[in-house]
Every structure is written in C-alpha cells, then in structure tokens.
C-alpha cells in the first residue's frame, strides 16, 4: 500500500470517528481541515516562538488539553496556533472558514486520535490533501476539483517553470498546486495568482497553498466574467501562463453578458450563446495572456462544432493563436460524463505557421468504458501525447490541419472531424479504409439536384390542416422504407419541401446506428422527418441505387462515421453529405453493375428460401421422430 492510499485510508478513518455516524458535512470539513492545519505548524514548529518546553507549539500540550476538557473547539488551536505567527493571508483563509460554517463540533477526540500519532510534515499534507480532494466534492454541488492526472499533462505541455501563472476558475486550487510543485520540480518558481467565484473554495485553497510550501500563491474571490481580481487599470492583467478548468455549458444571463462583453473585447462579430458562457471564459483567459503567454483551457466538444459558435471559432482562428485541440474520453472528470477538450493557446505562435494541430486520445487509452478513466492517464501516457505536440506530425492520433481545411469545415475544432480512424467493421469483416484514395472524387453535392433535411415538429399540427404521412426513424428496417405503417401527420402551413420523392436517397442524421433507404415507387404525399436527410439526385448523371450501395459500402460507412458529431445525441450535416466524394463512373456502367448485382442477389434470395424450406422440412421429420408428433396443431388445420 503506497503513502496515497495510507493517507486516503486515514483520512476517512478520522472522518468516520468525527462524524459519529451523519452525514459528512461542510462544518466537518473545515474542523479537520484546521486541526490538520495545527498540527502541521506543530510539526514545523521550529520556525516559531514556542515559549515554554510544553507550550501551543507541542503534541503534548494538545494530547493534554483534549484529554482535560469535554469539549476541545477549532478556533482553540486557531487563536493559540496561528494566530498572530501566521501570515496574514492564513490568517484570512482560516477566520473564512470560521465564519463560514458553524464551528461547534467536538474536536478533542480527532485531535487526541491524530496528534498521539505524532505526524511528519508530509504526512499531514498528503492527508490534507486526501480530505481536501476527496471530501469537498461531495458537499459542494458544483465542479470544483481537477484530476490530478489532467492537471499533470496540462503542465507538461506548458512547461512553466518562472514567471507568472493564473488560474481564474481555481476551485479547490488542483491546478495552481501542480503549476507550483511543476515548476519547483524543475528547478524554477511561478508567482501564482488564483481567482474562484465560491469564498470558502478561497480559504480552503489558501490552507492547501500553505500545507503544500507554495508561498507565491495569492487567491482572490469573485466572478472572473463580471468581477475580474487581477486588473491593471481598465484591462484585465497579464500573465506568462494559464490554466484554467471553467464550468461546462454554463448558461450566463443578460446582465453579465454586457458587462463580460465590455471588459474582455478581444474579438467580435457576433452575440455569444446565451446557453452557454465557455467562449467567455475562453476570451478571458486569452486578455489575461501576456504578447507570448501560453495557455490552456478546458471546453465541452459541443463549443468545438456548435453552428452558434462557429463565428468565434473562426474570429479565434484568425487570431492565429489556437496551436493544439486535444480531445480526451468520456468519463476523464469525475462530475460529467462527456469527452473534455482542451485548446492549447499560443500568444506568440510563428506568423507563418497557418495549420492547428489536432490530437484524438481516445484510442489511446486502454479503456474508455470503464469508470475510472482518469487513473489511465498515466506518466507514459502523458509522454506519449505531450511527444505528439511536440513531433507535429500525422498519427494514428493526431494530424497538422491547414486553416483552409478547417474552414472548409465551417471552422469545426473537433479532433474527431480530422483525425479519422481507418478502421471500420462491416460486413466484409474490420477493413482499414484508405481516404486518401477517395480524393479528387467528385462531391455528391454536384451529383445531386437537391439535398434536404426533414421537417421539424413545430411545423406540424394536431389533427388540422392538409393530411400526410410522415417517415421516422423506426419506419426504416434492415435498409427497407415501410411504408404501411407510416404514422399519419397534418400540416396548416407549406411543407412542400419535407415532401419525398420515389427514387430519393435517405441517410438517417440522428443516432449513432446510420439507416439509409431507397423510397420506393408509388410513395405520395409522405413527409420527411428531422431524423433524416433526403437526396434528390440529378438521374442524368447518378444512379439512386448506385448510390445506396456506395452508402452502404466500407468506403461510405467510414466516411459517415466520421463526420458524425455530438455526445449524447450523435449527428450529421446536410454540409458532410454534400462534400461527400463519390466514385466517378459513368451513369451506364452504374446502371450495368447494379443490375448485374440484382439479378445475382435475387437468385442468392430464391436459392436461400428453398434452403431454408429444405431445413423446415428436415426439422419437422425430426421432431416427428422424437413423438411430437401430434403434440401441436398448424393454425391452418
């Protein structure tokens, strides 16, 4: 058992015996935080004036203290410990915590349990830090902690060593705590300035500071987007470097739109998402980087590809300061389950570097299904994606994307658009598809007279208006449109656009399973619905049946997976079918290969019935001999 897992046992053993059976809560906390905090100038009480041989400053003075009085209260070791020695930010931090939550509890036995002990300096840190990490999450409903290992590879890539370091979403401070043993590890120092909207996140973050020895920690509270800490004049301050983990799809209202908008004008053209404040946060950070800082800020993949962004991927492209996207699994923060993603910033980047580097770790990972994929993240899995930003060059994993590219995309920041994985599972079995073939094909789009997405819900009516009949998701089966069943719709207004056509192509744009189908003949007044994207294709050039199987071959396949896009609701674009390459070849022999391939399927098909009618034949003698016989009767007889 290694000293983390020793500390994260005693840390809920002292727990478990304070708590006396509730329910953990935020008082709790800040008592054992602070008895930690005692015990730790204690242990390093050298530095102090300590008075007589059996004074504050000893275990043995505490252990008799406890064991004499019924009941023992914080602030007892707060005034005779810290106060006045301690520096005046401590200080702060600790009356914080006072004042925050009662402190009325009962904390004579945990300080006769954890002081007889007699603790080192290195243990009551790595125990703070097991109640710090493992504790505060659970009793505050917000996201509040990074992993470890994400802060780990975070600073890998930054490297920062000396200078200035800001985090202004520090929560319970993670990130500013690997930032400093980062740097000290590396022979440098960071003056680090911390900004967290929650006071008591402040104080807690300020006790961690001084139980870990980093001493240039400064933490400020407030809103970053409506009340930024660290200003210089009317402007934001700058730094070499940042880190910052802001809450996910945050929604922001009116009022702190103006004011955010006003203080962090960075680039405009456009009014920011009000669902959802991450490119805030991102113009925040990117005001607070000093002409050549680098930073690196965590957003959900939505942001990276989301039509009501695209304007600011593509002002912050402009900018030329996004050098890397990296996309990590699901699961890699413990408080949601959507894939992170990280822009890597870059205020000094080479003018003439016009490409953005993007990096897919997914496949990188032993297990991305399994709860814990943080732990996955280990030293030489950190080396092995902090060696892909550095080579720049195309892997299984990453790929150097031109600015062109990206904007022929609709300025789509999403890894998984660019770096495509090869291999797809068909029913020829796993076959690794080559794209670079499929280029300088031509483009669906100019093969088709028309391609159209399906009606929305809010265009049709209940029961009055014009009468159709609409085409949904389960109405398509094993590449069959059924058209029987088609549930029956009205509409009072014009909807002529949603109407399908025999012959017109259907790919499903909803759902991780991809349903394609041709409509048949005879099919009239059937509405499309926003499940799918019709194809009208020019019968000049392009044949509807030729299509559907290029669809449905490993090349098709591939190309579809790969531009889906989304979490929780996985879809595709009108744009992805009309940039689609298609094989170039002539409309006769298009016509020529598909009728050939009928008539041997259709005689595969009869072959295949009389088989099956050979195997009912030959059961049915078996069961007659096994005398079951006349045990059931055919529903005809």
């Known amino acids: 058992m290694n000293r983390e897992e020793v500390a994260r046992g005693r840390a809920k053993s002292l727990l478990e015996s304070f708590s006396r059976g509730r329910a953990v809560q935020l008082d709790m906390l800040h008592n054992m935080l602070i ?5 730790y100038v204690i242990a390093g009480s050298r530095g102090y004036p300590s008075g007589e041989a059996h004074g504050p400053f000893t275990y043995d003075y505490w252990l008799q203290v406890a064991g004499s009085q019924n009941t023992l209260y914080a602030r007892d070791l707060v005034y005779d410990l810290i106060f ?14 006072e004042q925050n939550e009662r402190l009325t509890a009962e904390v004579g036995p945990l300080v006769a349990e954890l ?170 950070q990117l005001a607070s980087l000093k002409e050549k800082g680098r930073g690196i800020i965590a957003v959900s993949t939505g942001s990276l590809f989301n039509d009501s962004a695209r304007w600011i991927r593509r002002r912050l492209l402009e900018t030329n300061c996004i050098d890397c996207v990296i996309t990590l699994p699901s699961h890699i923060l413990p408080y949601t389950a959507t894939p992170l993603s990280l822009l890597v910033l870059d205020r000094g980047r080479d003018p003439d570097r016009t490409d953005v580097l993007m990096v897919q770790t997914e496949g990188m990972f032993r297990n991305v299904s399994a709860a814990r994929v943080a732990s996955q993240l280990d030293e030489e899995l950190i080396q092995e994606i902090t060696a892909l930003l550095k080579e720049k060059t195309d892997t299984p994993y990453s790929r150097a994307v031109s600015m062109g590219e990206i904007e022929e995309n609709d300025s789509v920041l999403l890894p998984s658009r660019y770096v495509v994985n090869p291999w797809v599972e068909t029913e020829l079995g796993m076959l690794n598809v080559d794209f670079a073939r499929m280029r300088g094909w031509p483009s669906l789009g100019d093969m088709a007279e028309k391609i159209y997405r399906g009606v929305n819900g809010s265009r049709l009516s209940s029961g009055a208006g014009d009468s159709y009949r609409i085409i949904n998701y389960a109405d398509v089966q094993d590449g069959v449109l059924c058209t029987e069943g088609l549930k029956e719709c009205w509409a009072d207004g014009q909807v002529g656009r949603y109407l399908v056509r025999p012959g017109d192509v259907l790919v499903s744009c909803k759902g991780a399973q991809i349903k394609t189908c041709l409509v048949p003949e005879g099919t009239e007044n059937v509405l499309l619905s926003l499940n799918f994207i019709g194809i009208r294709l020019k019968q000049s050039v392009y044949s509807p049946e030729f299509l559907l199987c290029y669809l449905n071959s490993p090349a098709g396949l591939a190309y579809l997976k790969s531009r889906q896009i989304g979490t929780s ?14 094989p170039q070849v002539s409309l006769e022999v298009q016509r020529e290969c598909i009728s050939e391939f009928d008539s041997v399927r259709l005689g595969i098909e009869e072959e295949l019935r009389r088989l099956y009618h050979c195997l009912n034949l030959e059961k049915g003698r078996l069961y007659q001999k096994m005398g079951l016989d006349g045990v059931w009767k055919r529903k005809d007889d």
Request: hydrophobic share 40%; with cysteine.
């Open 84 to 97: 006045p020695a301690a520096p005046k930010g401590l200080r702060e931090a600790v009356r914080e915590l």
């Open 115 to 284: 002081f007889s002990q007699r603790p080192g300096r290195e243990e009551l840190r790595e125990l703070a830090e097991q109640l710090i990490t493992g504790y505060y999450p659970l009793v505050i409903p917000a996201p509040i902690d990074t992993p470890l290992p994400v802060n780990r590879l975070c600073m890998e890539i930054l490297a920062p060593k000396n200078g200035a370091f800001y985090d202004g979403t520090s929560g319970l401070g993670s990130t500013c705590m690997e930032a400093g043993r980062y740097a000290a590890g590396h022979g440098g120092g960071l003056n680090i300035f911390a900004q967290e909207k929650l006071d008591v996140l402040c104080a807690v973050s300020t006790v961690r500071a001084y139980l870990n020895g980093l001493e240039d920690f400064t933490v400020r509270g407030g809103d970053v987007l409506t009340a930024p800490a660290y200003t210089v004049g009317n402007t934001v301050a700058s730094f070499d470097y940042s880190v910052m983990f802001p809450p996910l799809g945050l929604p922001w209202g009116e009022a702190e739109r103006e004011l955010a908008w006003d203080k962090y004008r960075r680039f405009s053209g456009g009014p920011v998402p009000r669902s959802n404040a991450e490119w805030l946060f991102v113009q925040h």
């Open 35 to 39: 008895v930690c905090l005692g015990a």
């Open 569 to 582: 609701i996985i879809t595709l674009k009108n744009s992805d079918l009309e940039r689609m390459p298609v």
